[in-house]
């Protein structure tokens, strides 16, 4: 699945980095288990994408064209793909910090 966007914004991060603690997008790529995409009888040009992480966790990520003769399926999960991503990131963000607090070796 093309992360073009979201490789960009993790290659931005990594050159501003300065400690050894940052959440990367291969780390969240490699806590995803699975990937499936929906797509609404009553919205057939909206792309739902469910992204099971390896805990179970499930995040869904969205994607739909204004003029539904816009639609293209191939980016349509793409930019489903990407949404559901980018709202692990602060998941990702959160437990990094919680492990910090508590000392735990990152």
Not at 33 to 40: A, G, I, M, S, T
Not at 54 to 63: L, Y
Not at 73 to 84: H, N, Q, T
């Amino acid at each position: 699945m093309g992360m073009e966007s979201l490789q960009v914004t993790d290659a931005q991060s990594a050159r501003v980095q300065k400690t050894p603690h940052r959440v990367s997008l291969e780390d969240i790529s490699a806590k995803i288990q699975e990937v499936d995409y929906v797509r609404p009888s009553l919205e057939p040009t909206m792309t739902i994408c469910l992204v099971k992480m390896q805990n179970g966790f499930i995040v869904i990520g969205k994607s739909a064209p204004a003029d539904p003769n816009n639609f293209d399926r191939e980016l349509g999960e793409k930019f489903a793909f990407e949404d559901a991503v980018r709202q692990i990131w602060p998941l990702e963000g959160y437990a990094l910090r919680e492990r910090l607090l508590a000392g735990e070796g990152v």
